[in-house]
């Protein structure tokens, strides 16, 4: 047993179980044993085996300059052309390359280490973080000076006024920047879409009009407002598509059970809001044999059938229904815009 | 400004003669670099694998920057409408896209080395976050979170926060239909809020989702704003790590007064510089073969398509599964016509908030019941605290709980399940799985401890049976040396805390008792179910006795006498 | 000019041009032939054949005249698509009953699906199976089949059709494997819970544009391994795998003692 100075300081030395009655006098710790006596290394004692480890060390760098080389004649010899295959092959060699010179130094630079270096364990001493009370003292007087020269206590008129300065100067980048930072802060724009009295319903994305007689029974259509091409690729579209993308679905007039709104549907064609009432994903998965419509982001699952109500699921709303009808021509039109704010809830929502 | 002087009077030193020399003397005269190399060269560094998980971090994050570099290059953070002209990817020739897209397309499919570097960046993302975590396991267990290192604890825990941001903005970055879903979730989620919800929409979105100013702005936080910080954090981690000097396991010669290990010049230096090549090597085999986010799958964004398995990144997945498990009914309420989703904000600010919290609170409350005040350099053994390893085991399965019921879909699909009992089934285990972790562990931990008393006690079991002349049967036991020993006796099992009575001998009741009292409860939880290290008496007694309980008062040294504390002890079984 | 002449004694030349002329055959043939209702290319025997097929096979589930029955669908005018995409693809006749009918090898040969199709749109006028013309891959515009599977498929199938869950165990299938023929008629027919595409709602060449798309899915994915095509949750499940657990074996051998 090495007697060092290690014994463990600062722990408490309380023995906490039951105290024993004991005819031998013991310590009533054990004692630290010190470090585990040093081993040798195959390499530290075996000078062939030095030189063997050397060699592979060095082995291991040639093979990073390899790799390197690699890389330079993949990215020469085998561009990406644009097909799957050859950008897939060209990424492949690229990487193969650099993962070669890259590994090759790491592992060997490991090797060598763990091999051809000193193991000898050291031991350094560790001084408590807490400055001695000498330095705290100073620092403190330090302090104390230095505030008493600058004079912010006695002027009690300049500390008013060197706090207000700076407490309001951020408020000059502030002030502009939260002016402008929200667009024009306008947020009852969340209560209208695009829908409205005699809008026609289109296909997304091809923007083909629908005519009751396209939708069959069980028939699912993804359906945008009938708006210009030009409009179409605008972002004014994406923020109102965003709102206005609605689901379309034929069910056999007798299976509807419910709906939101007197006559909202069509002979058993009937729209809803795709966004989910929940965080607002686009709720698009329709099993037409159960009528359920699914959200693939969090499960939410709505009844079609009786007014989109909640079956499963997270979200706590039915989907807003879209009221619609026909036209003259034939056409699938909107009947209005939606009764209700479309898409996730938020506090002025029903204000 | 004397003592300056005074050193150009000294006799002027030896002057260099190698060109190393001359640049070392010429730096040193400017700057007193000896003194940092003087303290840092041979600073010593304890040797453990688990201080490497770290370093994957670190790296990883060097990796990102290296590669994010790249990208910046080509990449542009606009969200200008374009037509692709591209002819590959097939898919998206002709499509109308953000300039974002395009030019993430073109980086892809005509940079060359652009789609590694851009596989390799996500996949360093990955494992820079998979790093933290275990990181964070690894001090978490050993305790290396307790004085002084509760400050580098907060630390590490904002750069985890800031480590969510980093992967969260640039997984929006592409402007692709996947992560434009995330942004909406992340819409809906930021419009639940009470009072301010819409406004810090507009706020973010600069108006209506998803506007036109989301991307670059995205941008700025991503490549400026996180990384910055992370850099500065990373800097202030790594100088605390090295002024508190680096925790050691507990082993023989290992105290909280010294550090045990390696010199950093030659083989700390070697070993961080070959890990970092490793880790880069690794995530470039990563990047080479294994596909991540091929964005031209899922399209440029558009409100209208969704994608099954719509999904965020691993380490966001815990969010997802909790707003996948909330039920929706009766959890949106209306008070004085404003209405407050609750379906929304508790599995999106609550939880991950009950989440958050505990892991920033932790270390201060582990101190207080605890009641030491003293500096801890040599880690825990899990075992040895049990509740301590109880809590955190419940923590994981919280989160991977959590991140399963984030995958449920895929689960279905692939165990042919009915997503809706499994969330069902998630509904119940978030609720049940911690408490019942945390109790298996608890008991796993004592169990482990009472295991240590035994081998301490009694040796290890050798397998040989001898019998006596009398006709007992005894297996030989052979006595654990004393490095083995130490690493099992070693440690300090707390106990609740003591407190002042309620009031004092005039009968005059204490003030703070009520908050004294709240303490020592929850002490009580973490320390009243402990075993207590073997101590060299009880070591004394199961040996003098003879007899296979270690319980046994050691009243009787005389019986087995000549059988010491030495080799070769024998025990009845 | 010359390469060409060069090419016409060429040993496969005759097989070419054969396939040529049959190609061509079939164009001219989807072109002019009537589509829907193909109950009057097939022949009284076919029927017959059928029948007897139907009733042996079908008849149990269905109904002896395939009226349906309860949670059993009527086949009457679900057309030859149907029973084609039901048959070929294996999910019927059902081995059990589940959530959803499942693909399996196909227990019916071409010939006995014919006439089982044949007889089925006997009984009422349906969409007819698609020619191969129809769901040629190569005649199919990718760009414009992703922007119509994004939109329509790939919220049940995934964005590569990798597959996904339904409500209730059912599920969505990968569509690695499906033939072209099976894809368009899924579209045209709605099998189970995935929804009718008619042909106003998604017209024939948009399907056969989706259909390129899908085969053109199948050379995987540019970056290397596609992981299962199955997004973030499989890319974290690898990363961890592979990525930690190899960085963390390199970490358990920097710390180990060299021997």
């Known amino acids: 047993m090495s007697e060092n100075k290690n014994t463990p300081a600062g722990t408490s030395h309380e023995v906490t179980a039951t105290e024993r009655n004991t005819d031998v006098v013991h310590a009533e710790r054990f004692t630290d044993p010190g470090l585990h006596p040093h081993k040798l290394r195959l390499a530290d004692t075996d000078p062939q085996a030095a030189k063997r480890t050397e060699r592979i060390v060095t082995l291991l760098f040639v093979l990073s300059v390899l790799g390197t080389i690699g890389t330079l004649v993949a990215y020469v010899a085998v561009p990406p052309e ?49 400055s001695s009370d000498e330095t705290r003292d100073g620092a403190v007087a330090d302090l104390n000076v230095g505030i008493a020269e600058s004079g912010i206590g006695r002027r009690g008129l300049l500390k008013g006024a060197f706090i207000s300065a700076l407490a309001l100067f951020p408020l000059t980048i502030a002030v502009p920047l939260i002016g402008s930072v929200g667009g024009d802060w306008n947020i009852s724009k969340f209560k209208h879409t695009l829908w409205k009295t005699g809008m026609r319903l289109a296909i997304d994305p091809s923007g083909r009009l629908i005519k009751a007689a396209d939708v069959t029974v069980g028939s699912v259509f993804h359906v945008i407002p009938d708006v210009t091409q030009e409009y179409r690729e605008s972002h004014e579209w994406i923020t109102e598509k965003s709102k206005a993308v609605v689901l379309l679905v034929r069910l056999k007039p007798e299976d509807i059970t419910s709906e939101q709104g007197e006559g909202w549907s069509y002979d058993g064609i009937i729209a809803f809001s795709k966004i989910c009432t929940h965080v607002g994903c686009p709720v698009a998965l329709y099993e037409q044999q159960t009528h359920h419509l699914l959200c693939p982001c969090h499960q939410s699952t709505f009844d079609v059938a009786n007014g989109a109500k909640v079956v499963f699921g997270p979200a706590n709303r039915p989907l807003p229904q879209l009221p619609i009808t026909v036209d003259d021509e034939g056409y699938l039109v909107a009947q209005d815009d939606f009764a209700e704010p479309i898409g996730p809830s938020y506090w002025e929502r029903l204000k | 400004m004397s003592t300056t ?115 390799i960046h996500h996949w360093s993302a990955l494992i820079f976050m998979a790093a933290i975590v275990t990181h964070m396991m690894r001090i978490f267990f050993t305790g290396a979170f307790r004085k002084p290192r509760e400050l580098n604890w907060l630390v590490g825990m904002t750069m985890l926060i800031l480590g969510l941001a980093a992967g969260f903005s640039g997984y929006s970055l592409p402007d692709d239909v996947l992560s434009g879903n995330g942004l909406r979730i992340t819409d809906g989620v930021i419009k639940s809020i009470p009072v301010i919800g819409s406004y810090t929409s507009y706020l973010v979105f600069g108006g209506e989702f998803p506007g036109a100013h989301i991307v670059p702005r995205l941008f700025t936080i991503h490549i400026l704003i996180v990384p910055g910080l992370l850099l500065a954090l990373i800097a202030l981690h790594l100088f605390l790590m090295v002024l508190n000097k680096h925790t050691q396991y507990p082993g023989g010669g290992r105290t909280d007064d010294n550090v045990v290990g390696f010199p950093a010049l030659p083989v700390y230096v070697a070993k961080m510089t070959g890990n970092f090549f490793i880790i880069f090597g690794v995530l470039a085999l990563m990047g080479a073969t294994m596909a991540i986010n091929n964005v031209w799958n899922y399209g440029p964004f558009d409100p209208s398509p969704v994608s099954a398995g719509a999904q965020p990144d691993w380490y966001m997945l815990f969010l997802e599964g909790s707003l996948r498990l909330m039920p929706g009914q009766g959890t949106e309420w209306v008070i004085a016509g404003f209405t407050l989703p609750l379906n929304i904000l508790v599995p999106a600010m609550v939880v991950p908030g009950l989440l958050f919290t505990f892991l920033f609170v932790y270390p201060f409350v582990e101190a207080k019941v605890r009641g030491d005040e003293r500096e801890h350099h040599v880690l825990d053994r899990p ?50 799985g911690p408490v019942f972790a945390f109790w298996v562990t608890k008991r796993v931990c004592l169990g482990l401890q009472r295991k240590d008393r035994e081998l301490v006690l009694h040796g290890h079991e050798s397998g040989r049976i001898v019998r006596f002349a009398n006709g007992e049967y005894i297996e030989v ?22 407190i002042e009575p309620k009031s004092d001998a005039r009968g005059v009741k204490r003030k703070g008792y009520g908050a004294d009292r709240r303490w020592q409860r929850l002490s009580r939880f973490f320390f009243e179910d402990r075993v207590e290290p073997v101590t060299p008496a009880e070591l004394a007694a199961a040996h003098a006795h003879g007899e296979h309980d270690e319980l046994a008062p050691a009243e009787h040294p005389a019986i087995g006498a000549g059988v010491g504390a030495g080799h070769g002890t024998t025990q009845g079984h | 000019m010359k390469a060409l002449a060069a090419r016409r004694h060429h040993r496969f030349a005759p097989a070419v041009l054969l396939l040529l002329a049959l190609l061509v055959t079939g164009g001219v043939y989807a072109a002019l032939a009537p589509s829907p209702a193909s109950a009057d290319t097939a022949s009284t025997a076919d029927i017959e054949t059928g029948k007897k097929l139907f009733q042996a096979n079908c008849a149990t589930c269905h109904g002896a005249n395939a009226e349906g029955s309860p949670g059993v669908p009527s086949l009457v005018g679900v057309g030859a698509a149907a029973v084609d995409f039901q048959v070929s693809s294996g999910r019927m006749p059902m081995q059990m009953s589940g959530p959803q009918a499942i693909s399996k090898p196909r ?47 790939a919220m049940c199938h995934n964005a590569v059709g990798a597959g996904g869950a339904l409500s209730e165990g059912k599920f969505a299938p990968a569509l690695w494997e499906t033939t072209p023929r099976n894809i368009y008629q899924a579209m045209l027919t709605g099998p189970q819970s995935m929804p009718v595409f008619n042909d106003a709602n998604v017209t024939p060449e948009e399907k056969q544009d989706i259909i390129a798309f899908l085969v053109d899915q199948r050379e995987g994915s540019a970056g290397g391994n596609a992981l299962g095509g199955l997004g973030p949750v499989s890319e974290g499940l690898w990363g961890w795998a592979v990525g930690m657990g190899v960085l963390i074996g390199a970490a358990v051998w920097i710390g180990a003692k060299s021997s």
């Not at chain 1, 060699?93 to 000193?118: F, P, R």
């Not at chain 2, 042919?416 to 998630?426: A, C």
């Open chain 2, 383 to 432: 075992r040895n605290v049990p509740t301590r390893t109880a809590l955190g085991v419940a923590f994981l399965t919280a989160f991977i709980i959590l991140a399963l019921a984030g995958s449920n879909d895929l689960i279905a699909t692939h165990f042919h399940l009915s997503i809706n009992s499994i969330t069902w089934v998630f509904r119940v285990l978030i609720f049940v």
């Open chain 2, 477 to 498: 036991h052979r006595p654990l040396d004393e490095q083995e020993r130490w690493l099992r006796v070693n440690y300090h099992a707390y106990e609740p805390l003591r």
């Open chain 3, 107 to 153: 227990q019916m040969d071409e010939e006995q699906t014919a006439a089982l199709a044949a007889y089925v749109s006997s009984l009422g006028a349906g969409p007819a199976i698609p020619t191969d013309a129809q769901v040629d891959p190569a005649d199919g515009d990718i760009a414009n089949g992703m922007a119509l599977f994004r939109t329509n498929c």
């Open chain 2, 5 to 119: 002087a005074s050193n150009q009077h000294r006799e002027a030193p030896a002057k260099p003669t190698t060109p190393a020399g001359k640049a070392a003397d010429y730096l040193d005269q400017r700057t007193s670099i000896g003194v940092l190399v003087k303290e840092f060269a041979r600073k010593v560094f304890p040797d453990h694998w688990s201080f490497m998980l770290g370093e994957i971090a670190l790296f990883s994050f060097v990796v990102l920057l290296i590669s994010g570099v790249f990208l910046t290059m080509f990449f542009e953070p606009s969200m200008a409408l374009t037509h692709y002209e591209g002819q590959h990817p097939a898919n998206m020739h002709g499509q109308l896209m953000s300039v974002a897209f395009a030019s993430t397309l073109e980086m892809s499919f005509e940079v060359r080395g652009g789609l590694l570097m851009r596989q």
């Open chain 1, 82 to 130: 644009g097909p799957t295959s050859s950008v897939r092959l060209s990424t492949l060699l690229l990487g193969l390359g650099l993962a070669v010179s890259l590994l090759g130094i790491g592992i060997a630079g490991i090797h060598w280490a763990k091999t051809l270096m000193s193991d000898h364990e050291m031991v350094q001493e560790r001084h408590p973080m807490r």
